[in-house]
């Protein structure tokens, strides 16, 4: 049947319908993420209120104590996987969008995209049967001539579990976001501000300076906004490489590294009961709070842009 024999009541009961399921799976996510509120709220006012945890080093303190050394390692792993991560899928992008034949350009989207379909324990079982062994010389070359730097100093790991692996290994896993999101707004960048800048006698390079980036920029930040949710919140990936420690520790290379959030929580939940379990649902709630806070600062981003940008 064509839509020229579509009566208009039946394109109207059809729009009905469509438009009641798209506002009722719109309010249904609303409902999920303030029931995910609500439970996390309820389930850690008991750790919050309290102030005499044990912090494992012979003190005590309260929620803010215990959560400070982790919150430090989720933040820090996070970013500076990111800075890993965005240079190469921009650069990703850029080739597939603009420079490679659009044959190889399909496949190698579509190769970057299945990684996004890697489990994060295939990534973990990776990162620490292989790429530890691999950047164990790395660990040490670093230790040896910029050892003066803080970001790598302190005693070298020899096992290769250290934060620099664990920083390579999120920042692969959050590559398919920035790759895929800048891709499909590269492609948006109207034809005629390209040739316009072809005409004026610009390189292709400097094409891409004066009019993909300008046009792209609220894009490239939401998908880098986008990919920092995601590194915060991985979990078995990071507690499977990462030698990790309720620590504050700049280095990367050491054995002892600062732990995060997420990974804390997998490995001590099943074993925490009573108010250690709702400390770490308390972790979680804080958590929660960055990630939202994260993906609020992205869609503001990209909504100052609306109007004159393909980040849309």
């Known amino acids: 049947m064509t839509d020229e024999s579509l009566s208009p009541s039946s394109k109207s009961h059809g729009d009905s319908v469509f438009k009641g399921l798209s506002t009722g799976s719109g309010v ?164 005629r501000q390209i040739e316009a800048s072809y005409a004026l006698g610009a390189t292709r390079w400097e094409m891409i300076r004066q009019v993909v980036f300008p046009y792209s920029q609220s894009g490239i930040i939401s998908a880098s906004m986008l990919a920092l949710g995601r590194a915060l919140g991985e979990t078995m990936a990071v507690a499977m490489v990462l030698s990790a420690a309720r620590v504050v520790n700049f280095s990367i290379i050491t054995s002892t590294s600062s732990g995060t959030i997420a990974s804390n929580i997998a490995l001590s939940f099943p074993e925490a009961t009573g108010l250690t379990r709702n400390l770490l649902i308390a972790t979680g709630l804080v958590l929660f709070v960055i990630t939202f806070v994260v993906n609020f600062i992205s869609r503001w981003v990209v909504a100052r842009r609306a109007d004159f940008s393909g980040a849309n």
């Open 28 to 191: 249904l996510i609303v409902v999920i993420l303030a029931a995910v509120a609500i439970f996390l709220i309820v389930q850690a006012a008991p750790a919050l209120t309290h102030q005499d945890f044990p912090l494992g080093d012979g003190s005590n303190g309260g929620i803010l104590s215990y959560v400070g050394p982790y919150l430090f390692g989720t933040l820090y792993s996070a970013v500076l996987a990111l800075v890993l991560a965005v240079p190469i899928g921009v650069g990703i992008a850029l080739f597939i969008a603009l420079y490679a034949p659009r044959r190889f350009a399909s496949g190698l989207g579509y190769v970057i995209d299945l990684l996004a379909a890697v489990p994060s324990v295939v990534y973990g079982l990776w990162g620490l049967q292989t790429l530890s062994l691999i950047l164990q010389p790395v660990h040490r070359w670093l230790g040896d001539y910029l050892g003066f730097i803080p970001l790598f100093g302190g005693r070298v790991s020899g096992t290769g579990r250290s934060m620099l692996t664990a920083v390579v290994v999120l920042a692969v896993m959050v590559l398919p976001i920035i790759t895929s999101m800048c891709r499909e707004v590269f492609l948006q960048v109207p034809d």
